[in-house]
């Protein structure tokens, strides 16, 4: 079992991760290896203390040398729940499962917000995992809809095992070619269920498949962890970056603005120093 694990490989899980090392914890950081979207995109970065004009490429290229530099590794899967398991939780990527005492979302916010009954069909038809639940869908008709150039490779795992794939790419410059997927262009509204059918509604027609993969970068805090306490899809935390939920803690854009780099390292540090006193208190009372 590990101390911690972080989720999200943006400033704040890179940070807390730094953190984490010199304290000598033993920790996972999952997330994207090429790290966050955000840094990689961007264009300029003014306010950041000891670098006067970075681009985002230059600042990720940093960041990638000094967790190297340390020894530190991410394992490149996408997080698909958190589960409270009493005394310590269940990280879940896909069929795979890791433990911890404590927990530190980085996750950034959520750039695609959900679309009108997608929270409510989840597990009912809706999917956030194609590795999770494209076995399910073997031979059938699915409709997939993809925030990032980044999911192709996903829509494509998918296209082996259905019969169809309705896709709806919400970027442009889609490089998929093959013979079972369908390209629509749109912004979905809403998605519905009727008689076992799934309905999704785009421009001025409904697309009729067996399930829905919802594909994007993050999703909703309080849909990943149960129980989590937000508002405004910002995760509540106190001074010390804690959650409502023991042995949980945020950091980053997903807590609130400002969307800044240079207090997202700040509270990934703060998280991670609060992890420490956390594990030193139930090594007291134990």
Do not use: W
Not at 61 to 89: P, R
Not at 209 to 216: E, I, R, T
Request: aromatic share 8%; proline share 3%.
């Amino acid at each position: 079992m590990f101390d911690s694990i972080i989720i999200g490989t943006g400033a704040a899980g890179i940070s807390a991760a730094l953190t984490l090392k010199q304290l000598n914890k033993n920790f996972l950081i999952i997330g994207p290896k090429n790290l966050s979207f955000k840094i990689n995109t961007a264009e300029k970065i003014r306010n950041y203390p000891g670098l006067s004009s970075v681009s985002g490429k230059e600042m990720k290229e940093a960041f990638a040398k000094q967790l190297n530099d340390m020894g530190i590794e991410i394992l490149d899967k996408q997080v698909t729940g958190v589960y409270d398991l009493g005394d310590h939780y269940a990280v879940l990527c896909g069929q795979d499962s890791y433990e911890a005492q404590t927990i530190v979302l980085g996750l950034g916010v959520e750039t695609v917000k959900p679309i009108k009954g997608e929270i409510e069909l989840l597990g009912q038809g809706v999917s956030y995992c194609a590795t999770c639940d494209g076995f399910l869908y073997k031979g059938k008709e699915i409709t997939v809809v993809s925030s990032s150039k980044e999911f192709e490779g996903e829509v494509e795992y998918l296209a082996q095992l259905a019969a169809k794939v309705n896709f709806i790419p919400l970027y442009k410059d889609v490089e998929l070619n093959l013979g079972n997927v369908c390209t629509f262009k749109g912004m979905p509204k809403e998605i519905k269920k009727e008689n076992k059918r799934m309905l999704l509604a785009l421009n001025d027609t409904n697309i009729e498949s067996d399930g829905v993969f919802m594909l994007k970068a993050s999703i909703s805090p309080s849909v990943l962890v149960p129980g989590l306490e937000d508002k405004d899809g910002h995760i509540l935390v106190d001074r010390l970056c804690a959650t409502n939920l023991k042995g949980v803690f945020a950091a980053g854009d997903c807590t609130g603005r400002p969307y800044q780099y240079a207090k997202a390292v700040g509270e990934g540090n703060v998280a991670a120093h609060s992890v420490n006193h956390y594990l030193q208190e139930l090594k007291k009372n134990k």
